[in-house]
């Protein structure tokens, strides 16, 4: 508990922006209630999942549609489909944040100062706003749709990807 207090502590502004995101896309949740075909498809493949089947015309993986399956459970698949996008973007926004520090900002700065450090949290905070802001972030982030968690999932695996590297001896995964 106490590590969490410090990364918090570490990194409050992108923690008031990430409730500032979260409750600003909550109000908006039903303001935009278009939803379409893929939408539905991975609904019904989540409500075959809950009845222990698979659509046999269905084309995608089934881990998405796994996550959906509480929403058909509690009879509010678009409602919960939509909450959990915005819970996977705001990973998004987190990893984005984390990727800007780790790999983009210069760390080899002969000044590490407190003043370089917070100015290169703050480079990554605008890189994380920045992302939030496009319109396709914006669009794809209250979707009930795979792709905010395929995006996660990849900067996830970009931001692991050179730790493993090195941990297996600069083997080729």
Same mark, same amino acid.
């Given at each position: 508990?106490? %590590?969490?207090?410090?990364? =918090? &502590?570490?990194?409050?502004?992108?923690?008031?922006?990430? +409730?500032?995101?979260? =409750?600003?896309? =909550?109000? !908006?949740?039903?303001?935009?209630?278009?939803?379409?075909?893929?939408?539905?498809?991975? +609904?019904?493949?989540?409500?075959?999942? /809950? %009845?222990?089947?698979?659509?046999?015309?269905?084309?995608?993986?089934?881990?998405? /549609?796994?996550? !959906?399956?509480?929403?058909?459970?509690? %009879?509010?698949?678009?409602?919960?489909?939509?909450?959990?996008?915005?819970?996977?973007?705001?990973?998004?926004?987190?990893? +984005?944040?984390?990727?800007?520090?780790?790999?983009?900002?210069?760390?080899?700065?002969?000044?590490?100062? /407190?003043?370089?450090?917070?100015?290169? #949290?703050?480079?990554? !905070?605008?890189?994380?706003?920045?992302?939030?802001? &496009?319109?396709?972030?914006?669009?794809? /982030?209250?979707?009930?749709?795979?792709?905010?968690?395929?995006? !996660?999932?990849?900067?996830?695996?970009?931001?692991?990807?050179?730790?493993?590297?090195? #941990? %297996?001896?600069?083997?080729?995964?």
């Amino acid at each position: 508990m106490q %590590n969490l207090h410090k990364i =918090v &502590s570490a990194n409050r502004p992108l923690f008031i922006f990430i +409730i500032g995101y979260l =409750v600003i896309r =909550v109000l !908006l949740l039903n303001a935009n209630y278009t939803e379409w075909g893929d939408t539905f498809r991975m +609904i019904r493949a989540a409500d075959y999942l /809950s %009845n222990g089947s698979w659509p046999w015309d269905e084309k995608r993986w089934p881990l998405y /549609s796994v996550f !959906l399956i509480p929403g058909i459970w509690l %009879n509010a698949p678009i409602f919960w489909g939509r909450m959990l996008s915005i819970f996977i973007s705001t990973g998004s926004i987190v990893m +984005i944040y984390a990727f800007y520090l780790k790999f983009i900002s210069r760390k080899d700065d002969s000044l590490h100062s /407190s003043t370089v450090a917070s100015q290169r #949290k703050l480079y990554a !905070l605008l890189a994380s706003i920045f992302a939030v802001t &496009s319109s396709i972030f914006g669009y794809w /982030s209250i979707r009930v749709m795979a792709d905010p968690l395929f995006a !996660l999932l990849i900067l996830i695996y970009f931001y692991y990807l050179p730790d493993l590297y090195k #941990k %297996n001896n600069h083997r080729v995964l």
